[in-house]
């Protein structure tokens, strides 16, 4: 399973959804621009990154780099007023590129076959 940051930033807050985020974490995969976004906000909330990505890392979240064909498939999705950054299209882009489902705690992406919502 394809994780966004926004799924991330729940387990590590032990927010709504932590559980289920613990359940896939093991062999997940984030884009390398989403955990950036992890790594941003973990920051400015003033905890210790290198705390939080070690335990990300100790479940095999394995961070997938941006590749060309993500890229452009992001740009090619943007739509004026759509609500999705350009780091939830990169999210979408690997996920299809993998072949695989995306879980999210970004109301704005929806929900759909292949999107999972943590807060319903």
Do not use: H
């Not at 289920?20 to 621009?33: C, H, N």
């Not at 993500?70 to 299809?96: F, N, Q, T, V």
């Amino acid at each position: 399973m394809v994780v966004d940051a926004s799924a991330l930033l729940a387990f590590l807050q032990g927010g709504p959804g932590a559980d289920r985020v613990e359940e896939i974490l093991d062999d997940s995969v984030i884009g390398a621009a989403n955990w950036s976004e992890v790594a941003q906000k973990v920051r400015a909330s003033g905890a210790d990154w290198g705390i939080a990505s070690g335990l990300l890392l100790s479940y095999r979240l394995k961070v997938e780099p941006v590749s060309q064909r993500d890229a452009e498939a992001a740009a090619e999705s943007w739509k004026r007023g759509s609500g999705l950054s350009l780091g939830d299209r990169l999210c979408l882009a690997l996920a299809r590129r993998l072949d695989l489902p995306v879980l999210t705690a970004d109301r704005v992406w929806g929900e759909s076959e292949r999107i999972e919502q943590l807060r319903r």
